[in-house]
């Protein structure tokens, strides 16, 4: 589905809550754990972040290329937590995300690290970023508020779009189908099983080769571009 077919007031209500929350408390609601971060405990976590999804897993992300030439491509970057982390290990990072508010303190967070960009998007796809190619796409708790199953799926397809044959999207869906409240909620957003999350990959021209946490939050997908 072309982005002029989704349901423009969605993208909005998106886009206005996200900026509501940025303007509240940003940090808080970009990773919930403490209500009142120090700079150095906020970026200390996206480093851990990264430890985690990205340097125990640099045999399908990297491919034999050096990280340092590789560029990566963060969607859905908040205030820049996990994007300054990506910047110490990979040559170029592109972020984006639908809240100006956010990117505003991601731009903050990346001052002096001139090969990390964040840009404001549409909140459905990478227009924003023209036709760069990438060779790792990375998500991490955004698709989980995105109530829209259409939205995730033009995502994806976007994604596919950018990416070089062969690379990996990693990214992390809301798996748990108990926890969505309404359509429209910007915070739980639309669950994924795991048949669905391979139907998407199947449609999208990626091979759905890991799947982690079928049925709960953080439903992590390996979608290796075909
Ligand atoms: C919980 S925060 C996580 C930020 C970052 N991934 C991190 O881990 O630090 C969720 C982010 O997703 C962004 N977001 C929500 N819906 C989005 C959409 N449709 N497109 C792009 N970004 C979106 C929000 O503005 C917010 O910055």
Not at 41 to 59: K, P
Not at 75 to 80: D, P, Q
Not at 188 to 197: E, I, N, T
Request: with cysteine; net charge negative; glycine share 8%.
């Amino acid at each position: 589905m072309p982005t002029t077919e989704l349901d423009p007031s969605l993208l909005e209500k998106m886009r206005r809550e996200w900026d509501e929350r940025a303007k509240e408390n940003a940090r808080y609601y970009v990773a919930t754990a403490n209500e009142d971060w120090t700079d150095e405990a906020f970026f200390a976590s996206g480093r851990q972040t990264v430890s985690e999804e990205i340097l125990t897993d640099m045999t399908n992300i990297c491919q034999g290329k050096d990280p340092k030439e590789m560029t990566v491509l963060e969607i859905g970057c908040g205030a820049g937590r996990v994007t300054r982390a990506l910047a110490e290990v990979f040559g170029r990072v592109y972020g984006v995300d639908i809240s100006g508010e956010m990117v505003a303190r991601a731009t903050a967070a990346l001052q002096g690290i001139p090969h990390a960009t964040v840009v404001q998007n549409n909140g459905a796809d990478l227009q924003a970023l023209g036709d760069i190619q990438v060779d790792f796409a990375f998500s991490s708790i955004v698709f989980q508020h995105i109530p829209s199953r259409e939205v995730i799926h033009n995502y994806v397809r976007e994604v596919h779009r950018l990416l070089r044959p062969g690379g990996l999207f990693k990214f992390q869906v809301q798996g748990d189908a108990t926890l969505q409240t309404s359509a429209d909620d910007t915070w739980l957003g639309v669950p994924f099983s795991d048949a669905q999350a391979v139907e998407m990959a199947e449609a999208c021209g990626f091979e759905p080769r890991y799947r982690h946490g079928a049925g709960e939050q953080y439903f992590w997908l390996w979608f290796f571009k075909r």
